[in-house]
């Protein structure tokens, strides 16, 4: 096995002239459609799950698995995207990433029962495993150092514009035309971003190096192992033998996979780059800020078509000045950050963030007015909006520059599983606090698991202190970073 380079990440030898260059705005926008029509679907299915209770007459453990399919594809995979994308070119996996995306969207349009619903929403993750990661590292390859920090910036806003809009886009298409349209709205979409692709971004390549069959075998079944015990949980028992045996598997088989990783001659996930303090913090606080932030959001966002009757549109309405907030706060955070440093912008985001769901566990009552949200929605959205770009700068901020996409990669993966397990543990504490899809039983079991979620990122805040302080230092500082050469 060869650990060579690719000759395309060997720096050029002709003049910096005779590259192909394309304009920024064009690069962004071919980076961030793509991740966008991602990030969308992480939240689109929200404010369609009550709908999809009632026509499918799905329980809440499917609905759990709606959502959990998609993030635990993703997770699972998303390291092997990045180390195939290394091997076989990361443009080349971006785009079989958005088609296997956009033709498992149309698939899950199509979907007339539950199984087929959460077979589809698998294949989507398994497709957005290959586009969010691959994003961020070819829009880092491509923009100069300079303006990088803005860039990821933008980039990070538009993430925060898919989680922002994925509860109106959804709570408006279900309402004006049918819930399947949340999917066939990506097949248009997902057309326009491989020909943005092909024309604004080249082929780069990393490490040639052999797939780690053994270590996302682990990897992936660990998740599942522990994720399907948590949904698990109330229904089947805590003690019983499918709830522990999945439980005890799930947490051996990812022991496995960090032995495994540490000694494996070309690892899934590098081991070393958790020597790096900014990279090692920043991967914690975005693993806590999912859990807390997508496992309440799960829960708050169905409260109010539950409890107090709104329709999906009005639902998605009224949590916007939540879920909008990210996409004000987020460039401008991208961008300060990289004069200030990355700590400040992310502790407070997620204090901000956690302050924000202590408030609304004070608030879930079926006769509290809507204004009462307005302050806690504001601050949410506020604190959100300060986390996303600024965490993904840290994440990269002194990695070199061949390690970017394994970097992003593990950073996304944390996020996916964050998302996964948020929604899991939520769920199980709101039924297992006594909560139901019933206007009287809701906020029981509500109140219990957003103050879980409000906890983690308070925990979460607290990690994120050890950050560095100060300005970022990139690893390559002083020497001009290594670009891949451009592939016709």
Do not use: C
Request: hydrophobic share 55%.
């Amino acid at each position: 096995m060869s650990t060579t380079l690719d000759a395309a990440v060997r720096p050029p030898t002709r003049p910096s002239g005779a590259r192909r260059s394309r304009p920024i705005w064009l690069v962004l926008l071919a980076t961030a459609l793509p991740m966008f029509m991602a990030t969308l679907d992480n939240l689109v299915m929200t404010n369609a799950l009550p709908v999809l209770h009632s026509e499918f007459g799905a329980s809440v453990e499917e609905l759990q698995w709606f959502m959990n399919a998609y993030t635990l594809a993703f997770a699972s995979t998303i390291l092997m995207a990045v180390a195939l994308g290394d091997r076989f070119g990361r443009r080349t996996l971006f785009i079989i990433g958005i088609a296997v995306f956009t033709l498992s969207s149309a698939l899950a349009a199509l979907a007339t029962d539950p199984g087929q619903l959460i077979a589809a929403r698998a294949a989507q993750g398994f497709g957005a495993a290959a586009i969010m990661p691959l994003s961020l590292t070819l829009l880092a390859g491509a923009v100069p150092l300079a303006r990088r920090p803005l860039a990821i910036g933008i980039w990070g806003g538009v993430a925060g514009l898919g989680v922002a809009t994925g509860p109106l886009v959804g709570g408006a298409v279900i309402e004006g035309w049918a819930w399947q349209a949340i999917f066939w709205i990506n097949v248009p979409v997902g057309v326009v971003s491989i020909a943005l692709v092909l024309l604004a971004l080249s082929n780069s390549f990393g490490a040639r190096l052999r797939a780690d069959i053994v270590g996302l075998a682990l990897s992936g079944l660990g998740l599942l192992g522990i994720v399907y015990g948590i949904v698990r949980g109330n229904d089947a028992g805590w003690s019983s033998f499918e709830v522990l045996g999945s439980l005890i598997a799930g947490g051996l088989l990812l022991v496995g996979f960090v032995v495994w990783e540490s000694q494996a001659p070309a690892p899934l996930l590098p081991l070393r780059l958790f020597r790096d303090r900014s990279f090692t913090v920043a991967n914690l606080a975005g693993f806590g800020f999912s859990f807390g932030a997508f496992g309440s959001i799960f829960i708050l966002i169905q409260f109010l078509q539950v409890v107090q009757g709104a329709t999906p549109l009005e639902a998605a309405v009224q949590t916007s000045p939540w879920t909008l907030a990210p996409m004000v706060i987020a460039p401008l955070a991208g961008a300060f950050a990289g004069r200030v440093g990355t700590r400040i912008f992310i502790v407070a985001g997620l204090a901000a963030l956690s302050a924000a769901l202590f408030w609304l566990t004070t608030l879930l009552e079926p006769d509290t007015p809507y204004v009462s949200y307005l302050a806690p929605f504001i601050l949410a959205g506020v604190g959100m909006g300060l986390v996303f770009a600024p965490s993904s700068t840290a994440v990269l901020a002194t990695m070199q520059p061949d390690d970017h996409a394994k970097a992003s990669g593990t950073n996304s993966m944390l996020r996916e599983v964050g998302v996964a397990l948020g929604i899991a543990v939520s769920t199980a504490v709101f039924t297992g606090a006594g909560g139901s899809l019933t206007p009287t039983d809701y906020s029981v079991g509500a109140v219990p698991a957003v103050v879980v979620g409000a906890s983690v990122l308070l925990a979460s805040a607290l990690i994120a202190l050890l950050l560095p302080a100060g300005r970022a230092t990139p690893a390559a500082a002083g020497a001009t970073i290594r670009e891949a050469e451009l592939v016709p």
